[in-house]
T-cell receptor, first 115, second 110 residues
């Protein structure tokens, strides 16, 4: 149980375009979802926290107008990278928490390359 | 702002126990110790967590010192598939997200 999926697993896009990444909790209802970003040879950096039906809370330094997060249902959250630039190329990982505050499950990640 | 300190890398022989240390000297009484690992190009995988008692599951054991200022994750019989970056994280229960430090890169050697 407690499976989190992401789609796509990898994507290449041209600079200036927008890319949407989906995160789904497959066998539980995720009241809270988190988005992380990871650059090569670095640790995961928390970007934002979203609760179902409310606006996401972004970490300091993360542009909310550039990284649009929607958590419209208890099983789906999306991250849209708008007007992508090469420096947005990274590994994006979502995470979901259900009813238990002790457990946070991670998706397999999406590798974004902006050319 | 990392609340934990881990060695950057460790090696372990296949079949031997891997003991990964973590210092968390500023941990507060209601903060839990969590361990996750990340195999290359994958999402982090939950291993174990604890508050003050030692914990064991099918993957590992967590030993927390009596003063809670440090802990050790033990993989009893390391295999090549245990090669990964291991993250020790302290956090409150509830709605606080997991914040990752730099972790320890464990290399299991045949």
């Amino acid at each position: 149980g407690a499976v989190v999926s992401q789609h796509p697993s990898w994507v290449i896009c041209k600079s200036g375009t927008s890319v949407k990444i989906e995160c789904r909790s497959l066998d539980f209802q995720a009241t809270t979802m988190f988005w992380y970003r990871q650059f090569p040879k670095q640790s995961l950096m928390l970007m934002a926290t979203s609760n179902e039906g409310s606006k996401a809370t972004y970490e300091q330094g993360v542009e909310k107008d550039k990284f649009l997060i929607n958590h419209a249902s208890l099983t789906l959250s999306t991250l849209t990278v708008t007007s992508a630039h090469p420096e947005d190329s990274s590994f994006y990982i979502c995470s979901a928490r259900g009813d238990s505050p002790y457990e946070q499950y991670f998706g397999p990640g999406t590798r974004l390359t902006v050319t | 702002d990392a609340k934990t300190t881990q060695p950057p890398s460790m090696d372990c022989a296949e079949g031997r126990a891997a003991n990964l240390p973590c210092n968390h000297s500023t941990i507060s009484g209601n903060e839990y110790v969590y361990w996750y690992r990340q195999i290359h190009s994958q999402g982090p995988q939950y291993i174990i967590h604890g508050l003050k008692n030692n914990e064991t599951n099918e993957m590992a054991s967590l030993i927390i010192t009596e003063d809670r200022k440090s802990s050790t994750l033990i993989l009893p019989h390391a295999t090549l598939r245990d090669t990964a970056v291991y993250y020790c994280i302290v956090r409150l229960s509830g709605n606080t997200p997991l914040v990752f430090g730099k972790g320890t890169r464990l290399s299991v050697i045949a």
